[in-house]
């Protein structure tokens, strides 16, 4: 499967990405891609991209990475809602809740009203 994603260039502190199309598989670190579309500086917000090869690959089925897609999206070259990108709160798991056995509780207090009777008719 094909995927349209960023690839990290420059320096420690200084990122460049260059939008690239790549096997899914491959790790965004390994350069090796099947095309290059474009980049971004997001430092000083400065993008090229070759809209015309995007939306060819995008009919040949690559998927765009979500923060690609948010980019695309914004500067209008595909059509549709930004992805949400943050990750959501943890919401604790609720604890089971213990059960307390209703027909126990009557046989406890049954049993002490015979012990009772029998202590009285002793």
């Known amino acids: 499967m094909l995927s349209i994603r960023f690839s990290?260039?420059?320096?420690?502190?200084?990122?460049?990405?260059k939008i690239v199309v790549t096997e899914k598989t491959r790790s965004p670190k390994s350069g090796k891609f099947i095309e290059q579309l474009g980049s971004y500086n997001p430092l000083t917000k400065e993008k090229q991209i070759n809209a015309e090869r995007i939306k060819y690959w995008i009919s040949k089925g690559a998927q765009?990475?979500?923060?690609?897609?948010?980019?695309?999206?914004?500067?209008?070259?595909?059509?549709?809602?930004?992805?949400?990108?943050?990750?959501?709160?943890?919401?604790?798991?609720?604890?089971?809740?213990?059960?307390?056995?209703?027909?126990?509780?009557?046989?406890?207090?049954?049993?002490?009203?015979?012990?009772?009777?029998?202590?009285k008719t002793d």
Request: net charge negative; no cysteine.
């Open 64 to 119: 765009p990475s979500d923060t690609v897609h948010n980019l695309l999206v914004r500067n209008k070259i595909i059509e549709g809602v930004k992805v949400a990108m943050h990750n959501p709160a943890r919401t604790p798991a609720p604890e089971p809740a213990v059960e307390q056995s209703q027909p126990e509780q009557p046989k406890a207090e049954a049993e002490a009203e015979k012990k009772n009777e029998e202590v």
């Open 8 to 17: 990290r260039q420059g320096k420690l502190h200084q990122p460049t990405y």
